[in-house]
């Protein structure tokens, strides 16, 4: 089954302590991206990858970092979590990004950082 | 800078009736359009997407969807809202450099019994 996968998909950290969020595509897409998801502000990007080891900020980059290494892996480092990052968390996946392809998204991790 | 608006942020209607979720994007020229649903707890799933040609595209679970371009709107619409239909809907354009999908905040629909 084509899928987009998360993990973990709920966590509950302490501020500073680093954190990875992993995410893995099976449908070989060679574009991945990560969004935040925040009451009353809809879904913001974090970041994106055009391709293995091409990666760029989104709109709301500050606190996160990614890789990708492999195509189908796409992990989220949060190296210093603060509590301005409890949030739910998607990963998305698609075809080289023309505009034109759907962006298949995961389930979702929800964050907490207390 | 471009921006996706969804006026409604909380929609209720009867089981049975209509519905038409508002969408509306600002952006120079025409962008790519897309219409994503997500239920409780779950993930985002395409409802539909406009690229080019007629205006009125239709998708899944019987959703449809008209452009205009003198409006700049890309409303959402269901002759008949079933229970199962509650959800929140989100409203967003692809300018197709980076992938960057824009959301609008979304719109929250209950469905009455």
């Known amino acids: 089954e084509a899928q987009v996968t998360q993990n973990p998909r709920y966590l509950i950290t302490v501020t500073g302590k680093k954190l990875t969020v992993t995410c893995s595509q099976n449908m070989n897409h060679e574009y991945m991206s990560w969004y935040r998801q925040d009451p009353g502000l809809g879904l913001r990007q974090i970041y994106y990858?055009?391709?293995?080891?091409?990666?760029d900020k989104g709109d709301v980059p500050e606190g996160y970092k990614v890789s990708r290494k492999e195509k189908r892996n796409f992990p989220l480092i949060l190296e210093s979590p603060s509590p301005n990052q409890t949030s739910l968390y998607f990963c998305a996946s698609s075809l080289p990004p023309h505009g034109r392809d759907e962006q298949f998204f995961g389930p979702g991790t929800r964050l907490t950082v207390l | 800078a471009q921006s996706v608006t969804q006026p409604d942020i909380h929609i209720t209607v009867s089981e049975g009736a209509s519905l038409e979720l508002r969408c509306n994007y600002s952006?120079?020229?025409?962008?790519?359009l897309f219409w994503y649903v997500q239920s409780p707890g779950q993930g985002l799933q395409l409802l539909l997407k406009?690229?080019?040609?007629?205006?009125l595209v239709q998708g899944i679970k019987g959703f449809e969807a008209e452009f205009k371009r003198s409006q700049s709107s890309f409303n959402l619409r269901k002759p008949s809202v079933h229970w199962s239909d509650a959800a929140e809907y989100f409203c967003?354009?692809?300018?197709?450099?980076?992938?960057?999908?824009?959301f609008g905040k979304g719109t929250k629909l209950s469905v009455k019994p």
């Open positions: 406009y690229f080019s040609g007629d205006t």
């Open positions: 952006y120079g020229a025409t962008p790519y």
């Open positions: 990858s055009m391709n293995v080891e091409v990666t």
């Open positions: 967003a354009v692809d300018l197709g450099s980076q992938g960057n999908l824009i």
